[in-house]
Structures are given as C-alpha cells and as structure tokens.
C-alpha cells in the first residue's frame, strides 16, 4: 500500500471511529495502530482531523468528564481515567470545573441510594461505605462528609 493510500484508509478509519464519540488523540491512534496501519499515516491522519476541528482532546475530556461524573464517579478516578488517554493536565483540570458538579453532594446521593436501609453507626457499614466510594474516585474528605450526612451527623467520623 502507497503513503496516499495508507493516510487515506487511517484517515477514513478514524473518522469513522470519531462519527460514534470522541476519542482522545492517543486512543484514537492506539486504535488505529491495533488495526495495523502505518504509524506515519495515523500520525498524518491524526493531525489533518486536528486542523478539521473533528478531533478536540479537550472536547473529549469535557464530554468524558461530564459522562462519568453522571454515572457517579467522582473527580479523582475521572482525573484518573482523563491521564490514562492522554489528556493534558490543564484539559483535565478545565473539564472537572466544566462539570459544575457538587462532589460531596454527589457522593452522598450515591452513598443514599447505595446504602439505603442499612446503619450507618455500623463499623462494617461505614467500611464498606467509605471503601465504596474511595473506589468511585471521591476525595477522603468528599466520602467522610457523605458518611456524616448519612449517619445524620455533623461531627467528625
């Protein structure tokens, strides 16, 4: 396969790609290069869809952060999973703010729904709670403040 032809077939693969949901630069090439194109044409591919305004890894990290932080995952795992594809730390940082989201108000909504019914003054509830939420990507203080709220007190835990 010519240079032409190797740009074309990445260039159309990643559009493709793109035409279902964002996808950061470095996904998108380490997609590409599974499919076994040529490093120099994804790489040509990558920055002509760049210049076209098609590929935007702070679009995707606007988009990715809001998605999770929906599904209730909190800032330190979106921030997590945001670095894992590459995104710049002050794409990252932009995207949380975008979010507008009240982290200790979200996890102690999920920790609500999540740990409905059960005792919050039970040692092996507030490890599981706090356990659960850690692992969701919340702050310490963010999943102390939900275990607070849920055992209906204000002191510290």
């Known amino acids: ?15 493709a790609l793109l035409a279902r949901r964002e996808y950061s630069r470095r996904d998108l090439a380490r997609r590409l290069a599974a499919r076994g194109l040529d490093a120099d044409a994804i790489e040509s591919a990558l920055d002509r869809l760049v210049e076209q305004g098609f590929q935007n890894d702070e679009r995707f990290a606007g988009a990715f952060a809001r998605t999770r932080a929906a ?3 909190g800032p330190v795992r979106i921030r997590a ?7 710049a730390d002050e794409m990252i940082e932009a995207a949380l703010e975008s979010c507008e989201t009240d982290w200790p108000q979200l996890a ?12 919050p003054a039970e040692p092996a509830v507030q490890r599981k709670l ?6 969701r990507g919340f702050a310490q ?4 403040a939900a275990l607070r709220s849920l055992s209906g007190r204000e002191d510290s835990v």
């Open 1 to 15: 396969m010519d240079d032409a032809a190797a740009y074309a077939d990445a260039y159309n693969k990643a559009l």
């Open 71 to 73: 599904a209730g995952y």
């Open 81 to 87: 999973e945001l670095c894992g594809d590459g995104v």
């Open 108 to 119: 102690t909504e999920l920790a609500q729904r999540r740990f409905a019914g059960k005792n």
């Open 130 to 135: 706090l356990g659960f939420l850690l692992r």
């Open 141 to 144: 203080s963010d999943a102390y």
